[in-house]
């Protein structure tokens, strides 16, 4: 079976052809955000007259040169609120930032996609500071999941994995500290990967200094791998990137399979059911057997990963907005980045360097158990779905997320690539994410593995009630 290219392959392939121009793919996306976004709230702020000008010049040159500046000339682009793109605010869904200045500069990823040729038309919606695992604050409100507006499409990314589920834009950018890019792509049906930590350069230091890394969504394996190959390479100022180098394919010869890596007890139905028969299947597309572990008697031997991971953030995003700036201000925060910040404020110094000396030996415990030949399986949540306003269904709570809900943050502690592929849908027909976690630096070998699994269980790119991008 051939899978047909993805939205962002072929509207660079069309403008390529002069089959559609850079302004007609800019418009369309502009009239899909005004057609459809309303509902959803997933982009948060537009720059719809500069992203026309780029387009009619970008159309010009190809026009004078017949050649493309980049493979993704003329494709339209949102940008996480997270990032700065250069004449725009960055305002982290906070009314901190709601009067902040326009950046100067792109970030990494928004200058390394324009040099590429896109086109940035807007930004997209996020928790308040990139917090939770849903996306809703008091500057801009929720986004919904246009699977099911109901429910949330995650977080933090949220904004940008409903924007592509709902095929406002072939591309949204992603960052993941937490299950960032992972818990959008595994709630909307969508590829999301979280690279090895080094893999994208970053720039300005993150929040949560080596947990954080920008990372791509895609709906095709064939547009993930483009992405990917784009953003990799060393950023000044990051003392953990590494120059982008070709990774040789692997045979792997093990794969394991746990429901948990934290002591939160077992998976509920339909989480259980989705995620046993989805690694079964993926065992089976490899012809190995799925192996199952005690996750709580190979990761928790020295601590437990996500207590420490919450140590770690909550502590390191308190530092990065200054302790007096969080304790003035934590009457207007949403109330679970205000919970957030709470639990930084009662962080030692000695609880604080605790996690910090435990980080090497949970990576060695992964490293040791992955080896060069191994494949670990894990569900990227442990619920089904998250409200829209962050609630557990049956629940009233709108202050942080319960931590049995998440089964992402392990990687971000070792840096370790995981990757979320569509694995159906639930009774309820919500998308589930199976996670795949690979020995560090085999994030190419992630992407294969996912076009492996594209062809075995293709899937639906879009949710229902909307089309994959084009321009007609």
């Not at 051939?2 to 369309?28: H, K, L, M, W, Y």
Request: with cysteine.
């Amino acid at each position: 079976m051939t899978v047909s290219p993805g939205a962002i392959s072929a509207t660079a392939s069309a403008v390529a052809r002069r089959e559609v121009s850079c302004v007609d793919t800019v418009t369309e996306s502009l009239n899909r955000i005004e057609q459809f976004d309303g509902q959803l709230g997933s982009v948060i702020a537009l720059r719809a007259e500069l992203a026309l000008q780029e387009a009619s010049a970008l159309d010009a040159v190809l026009a004078e040169t017949g050649e493309v500046v980049g493979p993704l000339h003329g494709v339209p682009v949102l940008v996480k609120d997270l990032e700065n793109v250069a004449g725009m605010q960055t305002r982290k869904g906070s009314k901190l930032f709601q009067d902040v200045a326009p950046a100067q500069v792109d970030e990494v990823v928004p200058a390394l996609l324009r040099a590429a040729g896109a086109i940035i038309v807007g930004k997209t919606n996020l928790p308040e500071f990139a917090t939770e695992g849903f996306t809703d604050n008091l500057l801009d409100g929720p986004t919904k999941n246009p699977w099911d507006l109901r429910y949330s499409p995650g977080g933090s990314s949220g904004g940008s994995g409903a924007a592509i589920a709902a095929g406002l834009a072939p591309i949204a950018t992603g960052t993941d500290g937490g299950g960032s890019v992972r818990i959008p792509a595994g709630l909307c049906g969508l590829l999301g990967i979280k690279p090895t930590v080094g893999a994208i350069g970053r720039w300005p230091a993150p929040d949560w200094l080596d947990l954080s890394t920008y990372g791509p969504f895609a709906t095709t394996a064939q547009d993930l791998g483009l992405l990917y190959s784009l953003m990799t390479g060393v950023v000044p100022g990051d003392p953990a990137s590494a120059p982008s180098f070709g990774q040789p394919e692997t045979v792997y010869r093990r794969i394991v399979v746990t429901e948990r890596t934290s002591p939160w007890g077992p998976l509920p139905e339909p989480v259980r059911s989705s995620f046993l028969d989805a690694a079964q299947r993926f065992a089976a597309m490899l012809g190995l057997p799925a192996e199952v572990i005690d996750g709580q008697g190979t990761f928790e031997t020295v601590g437990d990963p996500d207590v420490d991971w919450f140590t770690m953030c909550t502590a390191e995003h308190v530092a990065a907005l200054g302790r007096e700036v969080v304790i003035a201000n934590l009457s207007i925060m949403h109330p679970a980045a205000a919970s957030f910040m709470e639990e930084g404020l009662r962080v030692g110094i000695d609880d604080y360097l605790g996690t910090r000396h435990r980080r090497p030996k949970y990576t060695r415990i992964i490293d040791e158990l992955l080896g060069q030949d191994t494949l670990l399986l894990t569900p990227i949540l442990g619920v089904e779905a998250i409200t829209f306003d962050g609630r557990l269904p049956n629940s009233d709570s709108v202050d942080m997320l319960p931590p049995e809900v998440y089964s992402t943050a392990f990687q971000n502690i070792t840096g370790h690539p995981a990757i979320s592929l569509p694995a159906g849908l639930y009774p309820s027909g919500l998308p589930f994410g199976l996670q795949v976690t690979a020995p560090r630096w085999h994030d190419h070998q992630l992407i294969s593995l996912s076009r492996r699994w594209e062809d075995a269980y293709p899937w639906q790119r879009v949710a229902p009630g909307y089309t994959e991008f084009s321009v007609h």
